[in-house]
């Protein structure tokens, strides 16, 4: 049981790390940069290294002119080397581990190299860091008085050719230092286990007597679990069951479709929420301060950011931007180099900054859940935040929701349709979908001017969805748990016409 020296202990140990941090916010571009020759000094030796002969490359525009920006598809012949056991390939270090990302429905699954450097210096660093600045900024915490709930991801681990692969939450889980496990519940064993619904029921047995301090996991599948729990204990909201909540680390997709259903299961203004960016690459952006919607891109953890306009993604004129050239509230398409032997990988998201002194970040969507058919260039980040303002404005929730192109047939114009979940449904159905299309056209100017007189797209569509259709689409995919979604946005219809046939 934590006693209330290992808070004190805990908050002197982690503040430390408060000035490593000052260093990179002085100093952005020349850690980055100093970053960036370290990656490219020890992988000299490796088959990338000599492909592109990094021994004479001195600074970032040689690396530029020499490496090309990369797919996936691209590196997956030197990944699938390592993964039967060549070492040496893109880094120095032998890799052990390879996360498995999920793609959506039928896409096929990725593996991402982690290094042993990846582990400590990225992901544990970047959550050690988490509990730095939060307990920077609330000093008379006692989370440490109690255990984190964590929801981790439904997977085991799996041998192939003396190298691992699993979900990024079971790869850490299983090489979690001893500090963080005595923190965490539920145990390990439960943590990893695969059958969601056996998993739910043995994290609520395990938790219900637990002094939970704080919460941990994806913002869509830890409230399934929160409601599920307030159910099996006859509570009406948590504090009643966990006196001492305080706080809840989220990411891996927007809070801000799910920030209301949150205030009425954790009814207390006190109450703080801390965003995390991070992925099976990377641990990329924390929220460092109380009550703020912007991420802190952290600059020392063996990662070096690039990033490419979005107005040029994809076309001849691409253009591919050091830290030090981006400029504010501009969408780009996030490329990394990691310590883990991703060169210029094109990671699939999207954030645009919020403040460059320092960097902070939003993730604003992803590269291919995007619209942009009929040039209205629509991003998740818009309609998460139309559908938040619509549901306040008409005092209605939505549990999940996708969207998809109505493309134009002969004469007949464009439009978007929706596939909406509701926790609470509007009075009005074509109320709701007309404020829902002015408040979008509020957010995106381009949407704005494609709506202007119907002149390219009619006013958009909702299909209400019969309850649970995506939770049980995410079913027959079997996808429930861990870092698998709901494709928010797309610029083609297969999504949606499955959900409309289930």
């Known amino acids: 049981m934590p006693f209330p020296i290992i808070n004190s202990i805990a908050s002197w140990v982690l503040k430390q790390r408060i000035h490593q941090i000052e260093l990179f916010l002085k100093y952005p571009h020349e850690v980055q940069e100093e970053l960036l020759m370290n990656l490219i000094h020890e992988s ?128 850490l889980i299983e090489n979690m230092p001893i500090w963080a496990e005595f923190s965490s519940t539920p145990s390990s064993k439960i943590s990893l286990m695969s059958e969601w619904e056996s998993k739910l029921t043995a994290i609520i047995n395990e938790t219900k007597t637990e002094n939970v301090t704080s919460f941990a996991g994806v913002p869509s599948w830890m409230l399934v679990l929160l409601n599920r729990i307030l159910t099996e204990t006859n509570n009406t909201n948590l504090f009643e069951l966990w006196p001492n909540l305080e706080v809840y680390f989220h990411g891996g997709v927007s809070f801000e479709p799910y920030r209301e259903q949150y205030k009425k299961i954790l009814p207390n203004d006190n109450f703080k929420y801390y965003e995390i960016y991070n992925a099976s690459e990377g641990f990329f952006a924390i929220q460092d301060l109380n009550y703020s919607n912007d991420l802190l891109l952290m ?14 993604f994809g076309t001849p004129h691409q253009k591919v931007l050091p830290l030090s050239e981006v400029e504010l509230f501009k969408n780009y398409a996030v490329v990394i180099t990691t310590n883990s032997g ?42 998460d935040a139309a559908i938040a303002k619509t549901c306040s404005q008409l005092h209605c929730e939505v549990k999940d929701y996708t969207v998809a192109p109505i493309f134009m047939k002969g004469k007949e114009k464009g439009a978007h ?81 499955q959900l409309k046939n289930l």
């Open 44 to 171: 000299e030796e490796t088959l990338i290294g000599k492909k592109y002969d990094f021994e004479s490359v001195k600074n970032y525009s040689v690396f530029a002119e020499r490496v090309p920006v990369s797919s996936y598809e691209d590196l997956e012949p030197y990944i699938e080397r390592t993964r039967k056991g060549e070492q040496n390939i893109f880094w120095h270090e032998p890799i052990k581990w390879f996360a498995k990302s999920s793609g959506t429905t039928n896409a096929k699954s990725k593996f991402i190299p982690v290094s042993n450097s990846a582990l400590e210096d990225c992901h544990y660093k970047g959550s050690k860091d988490l509990l730095c600045m939060y307990l920077n900024n609330n000093e008379n915490s006692e989370m440490f008085l109690g255990k984190s709930l964590r929801l981790g991801g439904s997977s085991q681990i799996y041998e192939n050719n003396n190298t691992l692969f699993g979900d990024l939450s079971a790869i």
């Open 299 to 312: 600059l020392d953890y063996g990662i070096f950011y690039e990033f490419i306009p979005m107005d040029t």
């Open 342 to 383: 991703l060169w210029r990988y094109l990671i699939g998201d999207t954030v645009r900054f919020t403040s460059l002194n320092p960097y902070r970040i939003r993730v604003s969507g992803r590269t291919k859940h995007h619209i942009n058919v009929f040039g209205e260039e629509l991003m998740v980040e818009n309609t």
């Open 417 to 497: 349709e929706w596939m909406i979940e509701f926790k609470k449904h509007p009075e009005d159905i074509t109320q709701f979908e007309k404020v829902l299309d002015e408040t979008i056209q509020t957010l995106n100017s381009d949407y704005e001017a494609k709506r202007y007189n119907n002149m390219t797209l009619n006013p958009l569509k909702v299909n209400v969805a019969r309850e649970n259709l995506f939770y049980d689409w995410l079913a027959a995919n079997n996808k429930l748990g861990g870092q698998h979604k709901i494709p928010r946005l797309s610029n083609q219809r297969d999504y949606l016409e």
